[in-house]
């Protein structure tokens, strides 16, 4: 860190004379820079330092003790909001309201003394801004400080505001360091455990996100829109981008013009074991720079060009929350809370509240500033607690009601992040159901990779409960064959991973279909009936005679679609009355 001699020739005459009365000190030179350095030298001595400090508010102290434990330097940021700001004004202003006389805050009883400084440093997330002690001061004081912070007489427990009893106790026991993400360490406890009315309604982990993602693999696929699922879409669509089984597409088309699927790694993918699948997904989560969980939040829309570090923040978290104890509930607020007084700028590192663009959409509000800590940096917090760590099945979730928000967590071992609905745990044996009608009926637990396969060839219908019913129509058919796929291979399927015998008209109505195409259509159609055939042939002989359609009989022909008005009129113009069975435009 810069000492006093690099800093002090930055500023003008009149604060560097204001630092020397403070002081007690006399300076013979008119030169800003002399003035400086003569101020300089004087202000090392380890005696005038003790003596200086020893003076000091109760409140200015603490902010000293703080930066000095801490190693010299806080964050700017999180120094501000414990000690308060430094008021920014122009010498001019200054020297009229004199504020080193009436300081506003701890933070100014140390700045109008040269004990505090401020400056940009880089750190592994890049420059930050942090409040420090000038290193040679900061040297000095380490002469003196265990006497002068120890003293009879200094009586933490008598100090107002930052200067606390319970801050001078969090001071000694979690130093704070450069950067916020280090002002805990990973077993640092956060919070307490759950009240009986948070942990009321427990919410068990699974591992359904992986069924989730079966149904969009198959949808993205197929080209179709994919259906709404326990986990949202474009939540999935990043897990599965995150693993490498989607990827953007070169031609930006597909499903959601944006993504294609690779079949090797989905291949791989939904024919892993469960549990192989899910740490998979986790695995990937767990370094994915592209998955940001900031701005998946429901509620929130982050605009603008700025960057957030989701890998930084996630292992920072993830650090924070192994500390808890395993099966333990633990309380969600408390955890928020306690994250908020230690290190609320776990994923700002530079303190900067400012210039993120994030916007409330319900009402269109910006989100800035400190004061919206708990809208943005809280509900990223329960976000990821409610959303990725329980959607992968790591935590399990309590609300004090059913359909209220989780209000604890509890974290799982690898043998409960399973599904809890079936005794066979995770097994994929389930076996579907087949109707002659075409009709399927696919249990949740049935082998994902043929699911995938059998929702191909098929029309689906909304999924009830934990089964996925699909309708094989001549429609969808021909939507498999044009991506290579066979009815021959759904028949192996089917007969594969059926509870029961294919059934044989459903088995035969696949083979025909597949050698001869539709064979048979259903269609409602309108059909002029005449009195005798002579009739119909003056029609057909007439203009009317494009309106017509199929001959059925002597005496009956189908009317084209739209046409039941036109083919009237030449009734009439032919002096013929027709009657109507239907009502025609």
Same mark, same amino acid.
Request: net charge negative; hydrophobic share 40%; proline share 7%.
């Given at each position: 860190?810069p000492?006093?001699?690099?800093?002090?020739?930055?500023?003008?005459?009149?604060?560097?004379?204001i630092?020397?009365?403070l002081w007690?000190?006399?300076l013979t030179?008119?030169?800003?820079?002399a003035?400086?350095?003569e101020?300089?030298?004087?202000?090392c001595?380890?005696?005038?330092?003790e003596?200086v400090?020893s003076?000091?508010?109760?409140?200015?102290?603490?902010a000293?003790e703080?930066?000095?434990k801490?190693?010299?330097?806080?964050a700017?940021g999180?120094?501000?909001?414990?000690f308060?700001?430094?008021r920014?004004?122009?010498a001019g202003k200054r020297d009229r309201?004199?504020?080193?006389? %009436?300081? !506003?805050s701890?933070a100014?009883?140390l700045?109008y003394?040269? $004990?505090? #400084?401020?400056a @940009?440093?880089?750190? /592994? %997330?890049g !420059?930050?801004e942090?409040?420090?002690i000038p290193?040679?001061? $900061?040297l #000095?004081?380490d @002469?003196?400080?265990? /006497?002068l912070?120890?003293?009879?007489?200094?009586?933490p427990a008598?100090e107002?505001?930052?200067?606390?009893h319970k801050?001078?106790?969090?001071?000694?026991k979690?130093?704070?360091a450069?950067?916020?993400?280090?002002?805990v360490?990973k077993d640092d406890?956060?919070?307490?455990p759950?009240?009986?009315?948070?942990?009321?309604?427990?919410?068990l982990a699974?591992?359904?996100?992986l069924?989730?993602a079966?149904?969009?693999?198959?949808a993205l696929r197929?080209?179709?829109?994919?259906?709404q699922?326990g986990?949202p879409v474009?939540?999935?669509?990043?897990?599965?981008s995150?693993?490498?089984i989607?990827?953007?597409s070169?031609?930006?088309?597909?499903?959601?013009g944006e993504v294609?699927?690779q079949?090797e790694p989905?291949?791989?993918?939904?024919?892993a074991?469960?549990?192989?699948?899910?740490?998979?997904?986790?695995g990937?989560?767990?370094?994915?720079?592209?998955?940001?969980e900031?701005?998946?939040?429901?509620g929130?829309?982050?605009?603008?060009e700025?960057?957030?570090?989701?890998?930084v923040?996630?292992?920072?978290?993830?650090?924070l929350?192994?500390?808890?104890p395993?099966?333990q509930?633990?309380?969600i607020?408390a955890?928020v809370?306690d994250?908020?007084?230690k290190?609320p700028?776990f994923q700002?590192?530079?303190?900067?509240?400012?210039?993120?663009f994030?916007?409330?959409e319900?009402d269109g509000v910006?989100?800035?500033g400190?004061?919206?800590w708990?809208?943005v940096d809280?509900?990223l917090?329960?976000?990821?607690?409610?959303g990725?760590?329980f959607w992968l099945?790591?935590?399990?979730l309590?609300?004090?009601?059913?359909?209220a928000?989780p209000?604890a967590f509890?974290?799982?071992?690898?043998?409960?992040?399973i599904?809890?609905?079936y005794?066979?745990?995770?097994?994929?044996?389930g076996?579907?159901?087949v109707?002659?009608?075409?009709r399927?009926s696919v249990?949740?637990?049935?082998?994902r990779?043929?699911r995938?396969q059998i929702a191909?060839?098929?029309?689906?219908d909304?999924q009830?409960?934990d089964?996925y019913?699909?309708?094989?129509t001549p429609?969808s058919?021909a939507?498999a064959?044009?991506?290579?796929?066979?009815?021959?291979h759904l028949?192996?399927?089917?007969r594969k991973?059926a509870?029961a015998?294919?059934?044989?008209p459903?088995a035969?109505?696949?083979?025909r279909?597949?050698?001869n195409?539709?064979e048979?259509?259903?269609?409602?159609?309108?059909v002029?009936?005449?009195?005798?055939p002579?009739?119909l042939?003056?029609?057909?002989a007439?203009?009317?005679?494009r309106f017509l359609?199929?001959?059925?009989?002597p005496v009956?022909?189908?009317?084209?679609?739209?046409?039941?008005?036109?083919v009237?009129?030449?009734?009439?113009e032919m002096?013929l009355?027709a009657e109507?069975?239907?009502?025609f435009?």
């Open positions: 860190m000492n006093l001699s690099q800093i002090l020739p930055s500023n003008d005459l009149g604060f560097i004379r630092v020397a009365s007690g000190l006399e030179s008119a030169d800003p820079v003035a400086a350095m101020l300089a030298e004087a202000l001595d380890a005696e005038l330092v003596e400090a003076t000091l508010p109760k409140d200015g102290r603490a000293l703080a930066l000095a801490a190693g010299g330097r806080i700017w999180m120094f501000t909001r414990r308060g700001k430094v920014e004004m122009g309201e004199q504020p080193h006389l %009436q300081p !506003a701890a100014e009883v700045w003394r040269a $004990l505090l #400084a401020r @940009f440093f880089d750190t /592994e %997330q !420059a930050q942090f409040a420090f290193d040679d001061l $900061l #000095a004081l @002469f003196v400080k265990e /006497e912070f120890n003293r009879e007489g200094h009586d008598n107002h505001g930052a200067g606390s801050e001078e106790q969090k001071i000694k979690e130093p704070l450069d950067s916020a993400p280090l002002a360490q406890l956060l919070g307490r759950a009240s009986p009315a948070e942990k009321a309604y427990p919410i699974s591992d359904r996100i069924d989730d079966c149904t969009l693999l198959a197929m080209g179709i829109q994919p259906p699922t986990v474009s939540v999935v669509m990043e897990f599965l995150a693993a490498k989607i990827r953007p070169p031609n930006r088309k597909g499903a959601g294609e699927v079949p989905v291949k791989s993918f939904l024919e074991p469960r549990p192989k699948a899910l740490e998979l997904l986790t990937a989560w767990q370094d994915a720079e592209s998955f940001n900031l701005r998946q939040i429901p929130l829309a982050c605009e603008g700025w960057k957030n570090d989701p890998v923040t996630r292992e920072f978290l993830l650090d929350l192994n500390a808890t395993e099966k509930w633990w309380s607020p955890f809370r994250l908020k007084a290190v700028d700002r590192p530079a303190g900067d509240y400012d210039s993120w994030i916007k409330r319900s910006f989100l800035r400190f004061e919206n708990d809208n809280g509900a917090v329960r976000y990821f607690i409610s990725p760590l099945g790591m935590l399990d309590a609300a004090p009601e059913e359909g928000a209000s509890r974290a799982t071992n690898n043998e409960s992040r599904s809890t609905s005794p066979q745990g995770s097994i994929e044996n076996k579907l159901s109707l002659s009608n075409g399927i249990p949740r637990l049935a082998p990779a043929a995938y191909r060839f098929c029309e689906w909304e009830k409960g089964e019913p699909y309708r094989v429609a058919l939507r064959r044009e991506q290579g796929l066979k009815s021959e028949i192996g399927l089917l991973h509870s015998p294919l059934p044989p459903f035969r109505a696949l083979q279909w597949e050698a195409g539709i048979a259509r259903v269609e409602n159609v309108v002029l009936k005449v009195s005798k002579e009739v042939n003056e029609l057909r007439s203009k009317a005679g359609g199929e001959v059925l009989g009956t022909v189908v009317v084209k679609s739209g046409a039941q008005s036109k009237l009129a030449a009734l009439a002096g009355l109507s069975s239907t009502d435009e």
